[in-house]
């Protein structure tokens, strides 16, 4: 059925009828939240070993003192086999990969990269591929950077906006990207996308790339989406700093309590390590051996995360049944994202109803994503994309959830309809 096409004396049957599913919703008095990416009880009790520390009487004993601030060389070796890059290209960080991000633009702002101008003496502007994530937004509105939107299709961010920006103002010193099943869309940079960002000409010869590998090895499906490996892309276009990648064991082990890692060009990593060590003397080595002690190596991170999908995947599974049952692949109201990875679906809906349905749901008591918040300065100029983050809820909350969110959605579009109609005459 196709929501637009209905005469205004259907629409109003539709909405009554959904008027009346609405209002027995909100007498539950229900509370449920989808709002943030975070893992479930039973993702993380699956690292809990961990904290038994087995084998930790054979950690070598320099780790319990200071020294070694780029980390230890057997959590350098996992990031690096995660990333297909070399040990010496990574540093290990705290338990953020978004603190990282943030020091290594704030020291970029302060002192320039690899020995330039500090970006802050002039105008600074990052590319920002929409929708995206909105932590990454934050940082730039927090540090004064002027945010460009830059539309995601199938295969990545649009790639000839892309290069036609960066080619004609220098001023554009950083993108974001997050390249294996994006926050929040669940979309894989193709390898041509990949091949263009690591071959583009830019004004700015200390533009950098910010590439937040953030679900590397999160997939939802058996067959991992293949990315392209940037930074030997980058090497082999003469452009071998132009790539930070990011990534932490966050949604591994412990989202509270990971390791993360930076892993980038030769003097960028001597760049960074030079201020590093005006920060602090060392991260937690201990942390990172225990790390090590428990992932041990690339097969065994596999394994953890083909745990942590079976846990997952079915509660994707609920929310894209909900959905396909709900509004089926034509109603004009709705469409949506199947990702074979990450953490997140992308609703969207009606154009200028996705602030509507937040509203009804928050009345509802399902907490979602602000509409708008996965844009810069939060601003969906189409009001139409809600982000959906099933993973932290249980799995009889996720189906009150998805009842909520079918009637919201189906309310807040037909009102929108009828009330076009009603403009129309
Ligand atoms: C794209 C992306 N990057 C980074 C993070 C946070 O990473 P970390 O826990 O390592 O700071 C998230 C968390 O949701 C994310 O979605």
């Known amino acids: 059925m196709n929501y637009s096409q209905l005469s205004k004396e259907e629409l109003r049957q539709i909405y009554d009828l959904q008027k009346g599913e609405y209002d027995s919703l909100v007498a539950q008095g229900y509370s449920v939240d989808i709002a943030r990416g975070k893992p479930c009880n039973e993702q993380l009790d699956i690292s809990m070993p961990m904290l038994a520390a087995e084998g930790i009487e054979n950690m070598p004993k320099s780790y319990r003192n200071y020294g070694m601030l780029d980390g230890i060389p057997e959590m350098k070796k996992i990031f690096a086999d995660m990333l297909e890059v070399d040990p010496s290209q990574v540093i290990l960080g705290g338990s953020s990969s978004l603190n990282l991000m943030y020091d290594t633009i704030q020291r970029a702002l302060q002192f320039g990269v690899t020995g330039g101008k500090p970006w802050n003496s002039a105008h600074v502007k990052f590319l920002c591929p929409v929708p995206g994530y909105d932590r ?19 295969e990545g961010p649009n790639m000839d906006l892309v290069e036609q920006l960066v080619a004609n103002d220098d001023a554009i010193k950083g993108m974001w990207c997050v390249p294996k099943y994006s926050n929040p869309t669940g979309i894989t940079y ?23 590998n953030a679900y590397v090895v999160h997939d939802l499906a058996e067959v991992s989406d293949h990315l392209a490996n940037i930074m030997v892309l980058c090497d082999k276009a003469g452009h071998p700093n132009r790539v930070y990648q990011f990534a932490s064991t966050s949604k591994v082990t412990l989202a509270g309590a990971g390791v993360s890692c930076i892993a980038t060009g030769k003097d960028n990593v001597k760049d960074i390590l030079s201020h590093m060590t005006m920060q602090t003397i060392s991260y937690n080595k201990v942390w990172q051996y225990i790390h ?8 065994n991170v596999r394994a953890i995360m083909a745990k942590q999908r079976e846990i997952i995947k079915p509660k994707f599974d609920t929310l894209i049944t909900a959905f396909e049952d ?34 009804l ?29 099933p993973t932290f809820t249980s799995d009889s909350d996720l189906i009150v959830a998805t009842r909520i969110l079918t009637c919201c959605v189906k309310l807040a579009c037909v009102e929108k309809l009828i009330d076009i109609k009603v403009n129309a005459n």
């Open 136 to 154: 990454h937004f934050a940082i730039c509105e927090h540090f004064g950077i002027e945010m460009i939107s830059i539309p995601m299709n199938e």
């Open 190 to 212: 193709s390898d041509a996308v990949v091949e263009r960002l690591a071959n583009m000409k830019t004004k700015a010869d200390d533009f950098r790339i910010f590439w937040d």
């Open 292 to 299: 090590y002690l428990f992932l041990k190596d690339m097969d």
């Open 326 to 359: 709900s509004f089926g692949s034509d109603s004009g109201i709705a469409s949506w994202t199947n990702p074979n990875g990450g953490y997140f679906i992308t609703l969207d809906v009606l154009d200028g109803c996705a602030k509507r349905v937040c509203e």
């Open 361 to 389: 749901c928050k009345k509802a008591g399902l907490t979602l994503t602000a509409a708008g918040a996965p844009f810069p300065y939060g601003i969906d100029v189409n009001d139409r994309t809600l982000r959906i983050a």
